[in-house]
């Protein structure tokens, strides 16, 4: 099982900085098969970025993933309010798809 | 519109069963692989089971092997998620979620539930 760390854990930031959250796994992912969720409080996750660096229908481009291997990274360069929020990257390319411990981004 | 929407959560005893249903609308059902995803409360997610488009392929997460098991109905276009020996630990929202690619067993997930809260408690 692929293991993936996440960080940091929290986040502490201010509207209109830039955000850039790591994550790392145990094992080469294969195909570039790591995505990034977004979830708020009360919801469900929202798919942001799939094979590391596409874009998902409808996200803004503030939002961008790069990375490959075993070394990925979210970065949103210009916090809007409605992005504080905890995200998760998850790993598809082996069973089971695993998915980090989350990376909480809240105002500072 | 895509929509998932779960069912069948509760509370529940200790080594009781419960069946989670999903049912899903606005795309074609069965194209599409689909998981049951986690979440205790105040946790993070875990991936727990998927199913491929025609039942082909199916997978657990270690925690749940051999007392979950995921199923579909295509032509009712539903999933479900059967839940036996329940542990304190399985209490969680359980989400269903869709797989972005059609034909693929894995992927990432584009669509997801509002979740279904499963209690277990004595």
Redesign the interface.
């Known amino acids: 099982e692929i293991v993936l760390t996440q960080s940091p854990g929290t986040l502490s930031l201010s509207p209109g900085e830039r955000a850039t959250l790591s994550c790392r796994a145990s094992q080469r992912v294969s195909g570039s098969y790591l995505a990034w969720y977004q979830q708020k409080p009360g919801q469900a996750p929202r798919l942001l970025i799939y094979s590391a660096s596409i874009r998902a229908t409808g996200i803004p481009d503030r939002f961008s993933g790069s990375g490959s291997g075993t070394d990925f990274t979210l970065t949103i360069s210009r916090l809007e309010p409605g992005d504080f929020a905890v995200y998760y990257c998850q790993q598809y390319g082996s069973s089971p798809g695993t998915f980090g411990g989350g990376t909480k981004v809240q105002i500072k | 519109e895509v929509q998932l929407v779960e069912s069948g959560g509760g509370l529940v005893q200790p080594g009781r069963s419960l069946r989670l249903s999903c049912a899903a609308s606005g795309f074609t059902f069965d194209d599409y692989a689909m998981?049951w995803?986690r979440q205790a409360p105040g946790k993070?997610?875990?991936?727990v089971s998927?199913i491929s488009w025609n039942s082909g392929t199916i997978?657990?997460?270690?925690s749940v092997k051999g007392r979950f098991t995921i199923s579909r109905d295509n032509a009712k276009n539903s999933l479900y998620l059967q839940m036996n020996s329940l542990r304190a630990d399985d209490t969680a929202f359980y989400?269903c979620a869709k797989v972005?690619l059609a034909a693929l067993p894995?992927?990432?997930?584009?669509y997801?539930?509002?979740?279904t809260l499963v209690s277990v408690s004595s």
């Open positions: 998981h995803v993070g997610l875990e991936w998927g997978d657990y997460a270690d989400y972005r894995r992927g990432a997930l584009d997801w539930g509002q979740g």
